[in-house]
DNA sequence: CTGACTTGCGCC
DNA sequence: AAAGGGCGCAAGTCAG
């Protein structure tokens, strides 16, 4: 049995939703909503749904236990036409155009935030500014704007558009299953770094043990090392003259206070960051839920709110533990930005070094520089313009044996400071620059400050292409993942399948049924496969997993 | 008091 | 003389 290709929802009013199922319009209730979907999601492959933003349409369905398997996100899609330069922005122009440029997600943890003191937002609340959005104009807007590219660069930007709707499905499913974490195995971490917990405002006692031992040996009673200025006038106080109070700097010092004050930054961030107050606020019924923004960094990357999601520090990393019975697939994937760096500038012998599985390993291999950590200097120095330092000089040394990768990057930052747009391997644009530097031409006598920025918005250029098409493989490969990953549970709603429950840029974290866990593997490695043949065809690239099972991330994250 | 900015550091 | 990209978050600082 076929269903329909192609649905679009759109909310009309209250209790009101307009789906529009192959061009019929259809009028349903919200609370007939989930069964509808259910019902034409069971048929044939199922049909694109299209609306206006899928974390206004697709918790709900979740919450009722229905995944669905593909959509278009019309707000990520209009942010992507918006910026790209492939793209007639008169053919994409509507009357509604700066509305949806200003259309931003609903966002879980604020609702739930915002909604602590107040009483319960009813849920078109939520809804009513968007009905005023009229999703069948924009659809009918982009894919116009879209059929007007040409060939090969419309089917990368569609590419691109896939993966981007795609990625809003996994985000939402990974906020509704959540990330396992265990309270009672993060309090005892916190225990051990921290010593018992303290009672209310009070810091914890191995804190306070390290600041007077600070205090004491700069014979400042008072010293409130949090703050720069206070640090700085101590130290100087006892003739130390460091240029900041970075932990780098300090460590440079030669001063009984260096080790207390140092110990004490460390672990008073992770009280203040990940703390036991964290653990309250962020962890219920053995789950951290933060929002997931695909798209939420110009470069493509996803961005998170709501804890810290893309920075949960090393030594908290125990706590997240498979439930019962369950386990953790960690895969990442091995110097992800220098390989798609080969793949979009089409340097072969850049591919060749990375084809034995340690791409810096393969650059020393072929002669370009001595040592492993030299290419590392040399590689990531090339991607992020340094320009002096060890850095700097190994990027000469990198030109020579791979002129095309490093020109691709050079190119990047030139135009940059020429303040023109750059794009990712699929044709996302960068944003254009803004200050005064832009309005003058390059050959004028600037000022040292326009100067300054010039360079520095070529620095961005330079990492946008590289760091934007990394985003976009990644973004292919975990929509691929997710699908296998449906594939290989029986039945049931996603979350007592293998589900993803955590991506982080070049990483993710799966949740499985024990039993299924070595089919995982198999899938995510399939995925990674499968994206690089997605976006760049024949072009011979590897792109090598480290991929471990366990039972926490810890466990399961090299270890 | 709030809000904008700075400093510093966790992650990739 | 120094010169490295992208984030989120907490705390301090400072202006209004």
Not at 34 to 49: M, N
Not at 248 to 265: M, N
Not at 474 to 494: H, K, N, Q, T, Y
């Amino acid at each position: 049995m076929t269903g329909p290709r192609e649905v679009l929802l759109q909310r009309r009013g209250p209790d009101e939703v307009l789906a529009v199922v192959d061009g019929e319009a259809v009028a349903l209730g919200e609370g007939e909503l989930a069964a509808f979907v259910a019902r034409l999601e069971a048929t044939g492959a199922g049909p694109r749904w299209v609306w206006d933003d899928t974390t206004r349409w697709y918790p709900s369905l979740l919450a009722a236990g229905v995944r669905v398997r593909r959509c278009l996100d019309l707000r990520l899609v209009h942010r992507v036409l918006r910026r790209a330069p492939g793209v007639d922005q008169d053919v994409l122009a509507t009357a509604a155009t700066a509305a949806w440029d200003e259309l931003a997600p609903l966002s879980a943890t604020a609702a739930t935030a915002g909604s602590a003191g107040g009483g319960a937002e009813g849920l078109f609340d939520l809804h009513v500014h968007v009905t005023a959005l009229d999703a069948a104009a924009e659809h009918a807007a982009q894919q116009a704007a879209l059929a007007a590219v040409a060939g090969e660069q419309r089917g990368r930007l569609q590419l691109l558009l896939a993966a981007e709707s795609a990625g809003a499905l996994v985000a939402a499913e990974m906020t509704h299953a959540g990330l396992p974490w265990r309270a009672d195995v993060h309090e005892a971490l916190l225990a051990r770094e921290l010593g018992p917990r303290p009672p209310a405002g009070e810091p914890p006692a191995v804190l306070a043990a390290l600041l007077a031992r600070a205090r004491e040996a700069l014979g400042a009673p008072s010293l409130n090392p949090d703050s720069p200025a206070d640090l700085l006038r101590a130290l100087r106080r006892v003739g130390l003259v460091p240029p900041d109070t970075r932990s780098g700097t300090l460590s440079q010092l030669d001063h009984l206070a260096v080790v207390p004050l140092l110990e004490h930054r460390k672990l008073s961030r992770l009280h203040a960051a990940n703390g036991w107050r964290w653990l309250r606020e962020w962890v219920h019924d053995g789950r951290y839920r933060p929002d997931h923004l695909p798209g939420g960094v110009v470069s493509g990357r996803w961005a998170a709110q709501g804890g810290g999601a893309l920075s949960v520090p090393a030594v908290l990393r125990p706590a997240v533990v498979a439930d019962e019975g369950w386990r953790l697939v960690v895969a990442d994937v091995a110097q992800l930005e220098p390989r798609v760096l080969a793949a979009v500038s089409g340097d072969a012998d850049l591919a060749r070094a990375a084809a034995g599985g340690d791409l810096y390993q393969g650059v020393v291999d072929s002669g370009a520089v001595a040592t492993r950590s030299d290419a590392k200097l040399a590689v990531l120095g090339a991607m992020y313009g340094a320009t002096a330092g060890s850095g700097g000089r190994m990027v000469e040394h990198l030109a020579r044996r791979y002129p095309r990768a490093v020109e691709h990057l050079e190119l990047a930052a030139a135009a940059g400071e020429r303040g023109e747009v750059v794009s990712t391997w699929l044709g996302r644009g960068s944003p254009r620059p803004r200050g005064s530097w832009t309005q003058q031409a390059p050959d004028v006598p600037a000022s040292e400050a326009d100067l300054r920025e010039r360079r520095s918005w070529g620095r961005f250029t330079r990492n946008f292409v590289v760091q934007g098409s990394a985003a976009e493989w990644a973004a292919s490969w975990i929509a691929l993942l997710r699908e296998e990953l449906w594939r290989l549970g029986a039945d049931g709603p996603v979350e007592q399948r293998p589900h993803l429950v955590l991506f982080l840029h070049d990483e993710v974290l799966v949740h499985t049924p024990a039993a299924l866990a070595d089919d995982v593997v198999a899938a995510v490695r399939g995925a990674a496969e499968r994206a690089g043949w997605l976006l760049y065809g024949e072009f011979p690239l590897t792109f090598p997993l480290d991929v471990h099972v366990g039972r926490s991330w810890a466990d399961a994250d090299g270890g």
